[in-house]
């Protein structure tokens, strides 16, 4: 996905990295977990999930056994080889009802089947004991794979007029600082022979309606204003999805940043970045 690319665009050469990818690992077919154990690492990254929110709704089995069944097997494996895990989780376990950033221990209610399925394996992971850091994270974004920022690119080459919801808000979060923290993570815990438990809310500075991210993403990619669609904000009411979505979710990041004094970049900064490499 989005997030490993980038990982291993940035920081291949200065780890070893073991690549599991879809062709090699079926996260659907019994015992999987054997090609994991084979290669006996010492930390294991988990990146993979079933992260179409709509079609989590639909394909219940194969979410569940994605973002939850497999991670309890992954959790197995750490355990046998006192391996560490790192675990991607979402913003999606949340339900706020005020507009106030979600700190880590902020109470967990997901709305939808994809946010469920990620706080179970949460929650299996910390009662199991074993060494880990689980990453919340939102709304993420590359130049990579399928994401908000080229669907938004994708729709607007297609169409003069879109409709972007403006009621939902999170915090935009580039793959690049997903990408910076892991790496940051790893050397704790390759230079830390301790068990590390750790739960950190990961996502790039400042809150944002979809509609201001998608009007910033056209401002970004079309400089040329009459080649820019018109963009039209609609409520969350009137856009019917599969899914329920939180109306706000936005991750207080501040607990990473002191951990590993990390100064976290505005999302408009990372997205120029990401616009630039789509462009080139």
């Known amino acids: 996905g989005q997030i490993g690319k980038t990982l291993l665009k940035k920081y291949k050469k200065k780890i070893k990295f073991i690549v599991l990818k879809k062709n090699q690992i079926n996260f659907l077919k019994k015992n999987f977990e054997k090609r994991i154990y084979k290669e ?56 706020s009802v005020n507009k106030k950033l979600l700190k880590e221990n902020f109470k967990k209610n997901p709305v939808n089947f994809y946010g469920y399925t990620k706080l179970m394996s949460e929650k299996y992971i910390v009662k199991s004991n074993i060494s880990y850091v689980i990453l919340r994270t939102s709304w993420v974004f590359s130049e990579y794979n399928s994401n908000f920022v080229k669907k938004i690119i994708s729709i607007s080459k297609k169409n003069n007029c879109i409709s972007v919801v403006s009621d939902e808000f999170s915090k935009p979060t580039s793959a690049n600082l997903l990408a910076t923290v892991i790496y940051k993570v790893l050397n704790k815990i390759i230079s830390n022979k ?17 509609y201001t991210f998608a009007r910033h993403i056209l401002q970004n990619y079309f400089k040329d ?32 940043e002191s951990d590993y004094d990390l100064k976290i970049n505005h999302w408009k900064k990372d997205l120029k970045m990401v616009i630039k490499q789509l462009k080139s």
Do not use: M, W
């Open 40 to 95: 006996k690492p010492r930390i294991i990254i988990n990146l993979a999930a079933y992260t179409d929110v709509d079609g989590a709704e639909k394909e219940r089995k194969n979410s569940k056994q994605i973002n939850y069944i497999s991670v309890k097997k992954i959790v197995d494996v750490c355990k046998k080889l006192n391996a560490t895990l790192v675990h991607i989780s979402t913003d999606y376990i949340f339900k």
């Open 194 to 210: 301790e068990k590390i438990q750790k739960i950190y809310n990961i996502a790039n500075k400042a809150v944002a309606s979809r």
């Open 225 to 256: 204003k009459k080649k820019r669609p018109i963009l039209k904000k609609i409520s969350s009411k009137s856009f019917t999805t599969l899914a329920k979505r939180p109306f706000y979710s936005a991750l207080s990041t501040s607990k990473f």
